[in-house]
């Protein structure tokens, strides 16, 4: 009886059946140590992608796509969630030590 490409008799199907278990094992023990090894080192991996010219290159080119849209999206919310906003305001403007850019009283 044939299964797939593995044929059923005896040692050839175990055999095939625990080099897929030890690949699929070590596939996973990878995937905990990446996961593992990101959490120990999350801080710093966030820092070098916030300061990374390839990552602001992209999000760049992204916008200048988008622009239009996340416009939109952002009306849109502003619009739906006009008490979120007010508290927004009002928070930039009892900040200390800095002007919000959004009640600035000189006009541009």
């Known amino acids: ?21 030890e690949l699929i ?3 996973i023990q990878r995937k905990k140590q990446k996961r593992d090894w990101y959490h120990r080192n999350k801080e710093a ?4 992608q ?3 010219e390839n990552k602001k290159k992209s999000q ?7 622009k ?6 952002a009306k ?7 008490g979120a906003r007010k508290l927004i305001v009002e928070r ?7 002007s919000c850019q959004w009640t600035s009283t000189n006009p541009k």
């Open 45 to 48: 991996v966030l820092e070098q």
């Open 92 to 98: 930039h403007k009892h900040r200390k030590g800095s």
């Open 68 to 73: 239009e849209k996340c416009i939109t999206r």
């Open 60 to 66: 760049k080119e992204w916008y200048k796509k988008n």
């Open 25 to 27: 094992n070590q596939n």
């Open 76 to 82: 849109m919310w502003n619009k739906e969630n006009s």
């Open 1 to 21: 009886m044939l299964i797939g490409y593995v044929s059923m008799d005896g040692e050839n199907f175990l055999d095939n059946f625990h080099q897929l278990f």
């Open 50 to 52: 916030k300061s990374s």
